[in-house]
């Protein structure tokens, strides 16, 4: 005997299993048809335009990377930062693609809360109408211990649904915070971006207006440029010394350490348009995030995204890092932990920053990795470092 049939024997709830069995069908329907079943539904072609922007940006990093490992005329620097636009540019347009993509995942993910809390009501009716109904009562409206049974597992069946709605609204709840954060890392992406965009046409114009187009008076300005260079570093490095020595505990102490497959080094780092960064490869390497090579910014935004899958791209100088990360929605704090990036502000931009790589709080220590601390892991500036030093030496921490 069917078992629409059977239930429709229960004197207490006539037409309760037609209507529960059609409330399950529609549950399990909306369960398949979440997005965590079919990921692609919706996704194709936002995928396939972030894969060819993707494409589009690694061409132009490898264009560039074919320009001279040292600047050294004005067309050589014109053709670097122009190139550098392109490579911003496509970065924005890349941000606005997954924007839209992140936008209609939003809404279908929203729809699906809807529709499977819509279903869960249903079944919590019918479920309290069944659960009405006692073991003996079933069991004496039953024809025999087989009808009985199968009431039993029919009960089971809709409790098990319940459950497992549930749990599916929790997990597109949980996804969908997600995709919210997402979105905001996003627009943050966007507006950095932009302001690089907008950095470099200012770099582009100045040179151009302070040396009038000629080979001469750009020689004279790249000098002048090395010089200021040089004090900037200078006084950064006495500033990252002085909060080490505030902040008591011995000092620092270079550790022995590699900086775990850091890309940008000497050998590959491409120079095309920042030949005012702060060290690095001459002092004008810059690698595929917008900083200079073997910077301490670039290695902690290629640590960041090792660890975490996101690419803190365009943040700006260390200094710039707390407001950046505030903007994307990330924790910015006073209390050091591990896998936070420490930044030291006093002394002002472009400041420093460290990936922190474990914290002892017992010896009022921590163990830090980075890049461009000066005479640690190689003379001068531009090498990789790992140290311990005092647990109060930075001001701000970025939790990623």
């Excluded at 037609?18 to 048809?33: D, E, F, K, P, Y």
């Excluded at 320009?67 to 053709?79: C, D, P, V």
């Excluded at 009038?212 to 990252?240: C, F, H, P, T, W």
């Excluded at 975490?308 to 932990?337: E, F, I, L």
Aim: aromatic share 8%; charged share 20%; hydrophobic share 35%.
């Amino acid at each position: 005997m069917g078992l629409m049939k059977q239930r429709s024997t229960t004197p207490v709830s006539p037409g309760l299993a037609t209507r529960s069995a059609i409330v399950a069908a529609a549950v399990l329907m909306a369960i398949a048809s979440t997005p965590f079943m079919q990921p692609r539904a919706y996704a194709d072609k936002y995928d396939d335009q972030i894969n060819a922007l993707q494409n589009e940006i690694d061409q132009y990093e490898s264009q560039a990377g074919q320009l001279r490992t040292k600047i050294g005329t004005l067309q050589q620097e014109i053709a670097g930062i122009d190139k550098q636009k392109r490579i911003i540019q496509a970065q924005i347009t890349l941000s606005e693609t997954k924007y839209n993509q992140l936008q209609e995942q939003i809404k279908k993910t929203e729809k699906d809360i809807h529709d499977n809390r819509v279903a869960l009501g249903n079944t919590i009716a019918d479920l309290y109408v069944d659960n009405t109904i006692s073991p003996l009562e079933m069991l004496a409206s039953s024809k025999n211990i087989g009808d009985y049974v199968d009431k039993q597992t029919y009960r089971s069946s809709v409790q098990q649904q319940l459950s497992q709605t549930i749990d599916k609204i929790k997990e597109l709840k949980a996804d969908l915070e997600k995709k919210k954060e997402a979105v905001q890392r996003t627009l943050a992406d966007q507006t950095n971006s932009r302001n690089a965009l907008a950095a470099k046409e200012n770099e582009r114009n100045n040179i151009l207006a302070e040396t009038q187009g000629q080979e001469g008076a750009y020689k004279n300005l790249a000098a002048d440029r090395e010089s200021k260079k040089l004090q900037v570093q200078q006084q950064q490095q006495a500033a990252i010394e002085a909060a080490i020595a505030a902040a008591g505990g011995g000092g620092a102490v270079v550790l022995p350490g590699t900086s775990g497959g850091y890309p940008w080094n000497s050998s590959n780092c491409y120079v095309d348009s920042n030949a005012w960064s702060y060290g690095g490869v001459d002092g004008n390497g810059t690698d595929g995030l917008g900083y200079g090579c073997r910077q301490c910014v670039s290695y902690v935004a290629w640590r960041v995204y090792k660890e975490t899958g996101y690419a803190p791209v365009n943040w700006g100088n260390a200094y710039d890092w707390p407001s950046s990360a505030v903007s994307a929605g990330y924790k910015v704090s006073p209390v050091p932990r591990a896998h936070s990036a420490g930044v030291i502000t006093s002394g002002g931009s472009p400041g420093h920053i460290v990936w922190v790589e474990s914290v002892n709080e017992s010896a009022g220590t921590m163990i830090v990795s980075q890049y461009n601390y000066y005479n640690a892991g190689g003379p001068g500036w531009g090498n990789y470092s790992k140290m311990q030093v005092p647990i109060g030496t930075y001001q701000s921490y970025i939790y990623f």
